[in-house]
Nanobody
Protein backbone atom coordinates (compact mmCIF):
# COMPACT_ATOMS: atom_id res chain seq x y z
CA UNK A 1 0.00 0.00 0.00
CA UNK A 2 1.43 3.33 -1.10
CA UNK A 3 1.28 5.97 1.57
CA UNK A 4 2.74 9.45 1.94
CA UNK A 5 2.82 11.19 5.32
CA UNK A 6 3.66 14.87 5.72
CA UNK A 7 4.92 16.37 8.95
CA UNK A 8 6.66 19.47 10.24
CA UNK A 9 3.91 22.03 9.87
CA UNK A 10 2.89 24.42 12.61
CA UNK A 11 2.58 28.02 13.68
CA UNK A 12 5.55 30.27 12.99
CA UNK A 13 6.12 34.00 13.10
CA UNK A 14 6.84 35.97 9.92
CA UNK A 15 10.49 35.62 9.00
CA UNK A 16 10.74 32.22 10.65
CA UNK A 17 11.54 28.82 9.18
CA UNK A 18 10.01 25.38 9.00
CA UNK A 19 11.14 22.12 7.47
CA UNK A 20 8.41 19.91 6.11
CA UNK A 21 8.97 16.19 5.66
CA UNK A 22 7.26 13.79 3.29
CA UNK A 23 7.82 10.17 4.30
CA UNK A 24 6.94 7.28 2.01
CA UNK A 25 5.63 3.92 3.13
CA UNK A 26 5.17 0.90 0.89
CA UNK A 27 7.41 2.11 -1.91
CA UNK A 28 10.81 3.66 -2.51
CA UNK A 29 10.81 7.40 -3.21
CA UNK A 30 14.06 6.93 -5.09
CA UNK A 31 12.22 6.14 -8.34
CA UNK A 32 9.57 8.84 -8.04
CA UNK A 33 9.14 12.49 -8.82
CA UNK A 34 7.95 14.20 -5.64
CA UNK A 35 6.05 17.46 -5.60
CA UNK A 36 5.08 19.85 -2.85
CA UNK A 37 1.80 21.68 -3.26
CA UNK A 38 -0.15 24.07 -1.06
CA UNK A 39 -3.72 25.21 -0.74
CA UNK A 40 -4.76 28.33 1.12
CA UNK A 41 -8.37 28.88 2.26
CA UNK A 42 -10.54 29.89 -0.66
CA UNK A 43 -7.77 29.35 -3.19
CA UNK A 44 -6.86 26.62 -5.64
CA UNK A 45 -4.08 24.17 -4.94
CA UNK A 46 -0.80 25.41 -6.36
CA UNK A 47 2.51 23.76 -7.04
CA UNK A 48 5.45 24.87 -4.93
CA UNK A 49 8.42 22.71 -5.81
CA UNK A 50 9.28 19.31 -7.20
CA UNK A 51 12.28 17.02 -7.40
CA UNK A 52 12.72 14.29 -9.96
CA UNK A 53 14.12 10.83 -9.35
CA UNK A 54 17.41 12.17 -10.76
CA UNK A 55 17.32 15.18 -8.39
CA UNK A 56 16.37 17.75 -10.99
CA UNK A 57 14.50 20.52 -9.18
CA UNK A 58 11.82 22.92 -10.32
CA UNK A 59 10.39 25.60 -8.03
CA UNK A 60 7.64 28.10 -8.70
CA UNK A 61 8.59 31.72 -9.33
CA UNK A 62 5.50 32.96 -7.49
CA UNK A 63 5.84 34.90 -4.23
CA UNK A 64 9.66 34.67 -4.28
CA UNK A 65 9.31 31.04 -3.23
CA UNK A 66 12.34 30.09 -5.29
CA UNK A 67 14.53 32.33 -3.13
CA UNK A 68 13.14 31.01 0.13
CA UNK A 69 12.18 27.34 -0.25
CA UNK A 70 14.48 24.40 -0.95
CA UNK A 71 13.40 20.87 -1.81
CA UNK A 72 15.69 17.90 -1.19
CA UNK A 73 15.51 14.15 -0.80
CA UNK A 74 17.16 11.57 1.43
CA UNK A 75 16.72 8.22 -0.27
CA UNK A 76 18.31 6.37 2.67
CA UNK A 77 15.49 7.64 4.91
CA UNK A 78 12.88 7.53 2.14
CA UNK A 79 11.98 11.15 2.85
CA UNK A 80 11.68 14.35 0.83
CA UNK A 81 12.04 17.68 2.61
CA UNK A 82 10.86 21.21 1.95
CA UNK A 83 12.96 23.75 3.82
CA UNK A 84 11.03 27.01 4.09
CA UNK A 85 12.84 30.16 5.19
CA UNK A 86 11.77 33.79 5.56
CA UNK A 87 8.18 32.73 5.84
CA UNK A 88 5.44 35.24 5.08
CA UNK A 89 1.78 35.33 6.12
CA UNK A 90 0.86 34.58 2.50
CA UNK A 91 2.64 31.23 2.84
CA UNK A 92 -0.13 30.11 5.19
CA UNK A 93 -1.74 27.01 3.68
CA UNK A 94 -2.11 23.29 3.94
CA UNK A 95 0.97 21.76 2.35
CA UNK A 96 0.74 18.43 0.53
CA UNK A 97 3.33 16.16 -0.97
CA UNK A 98 2.60 14.00 -3.98
CA UNK A 99 4.42 11.24 -5.82
CA UNK A 100 4.49 9.99 -9.38
CA UNK A 101 6.68 7.22 -10.78
CA UNK A 102 9.15 8.76 -13.17
CA UNK A 103 12.75 8.56 -14.27
CA UNK A 104 13.39 12.19 -15.19
CA UNK A 105 10.15 14.14 -15.21
CA UNK A 106 9.31 16.85 -12.70
CA UNK A 107 6.43 19.30 -12.80
CA UNK A 108 4.00 21.39 -10.76
CA UNK A 109 0.67 20.35 -12.27
CA UNK A 110 -1.24 18.50 -9.56
CA UNK A 111 -3.08 16.47 -12.20
CA UNK A 112 0.19 14.70 -13.04
CA UNK A 113 0.58 13.18 -9.57
CA UNK A 114 -1.37 10.09 -8.55
CA UNK A 115 -0.40 9.56 -4.88
CA UNK A 116 -1.01 12.21 -2.23
CA UNK A 117 -0.45 12.71 1.45
CA UNK A 118 -3.03 14.04 3.88
CA UNK A 119 -1.41 17.46 4.23
CA UNK A 120 0.16 19.47 7.03
CA UNK A 121 -0.98 22.93 8.13
CA UNK A 122 1.48 25.82 7.99
CA UNK A 123 0.38 29.06 9.62
CA UNK A 124 2.55 32.16 9.48
CA UNK A 125 1.31 34.77 11.90
CA UNK A 126 2.51 37.09 14.63
Amino acid sequence: QVQLVESGGGLVQPGGSLRLSCAAFGFSLEYYAIGWFRQAPGKEREGVSCISSEDAVYTTDADSVKDRFTISRDNTRNVVYLQMNSLKPEDTAVYYCAAEFSSTWCGLDSADFSSWGQGTQVTVSS
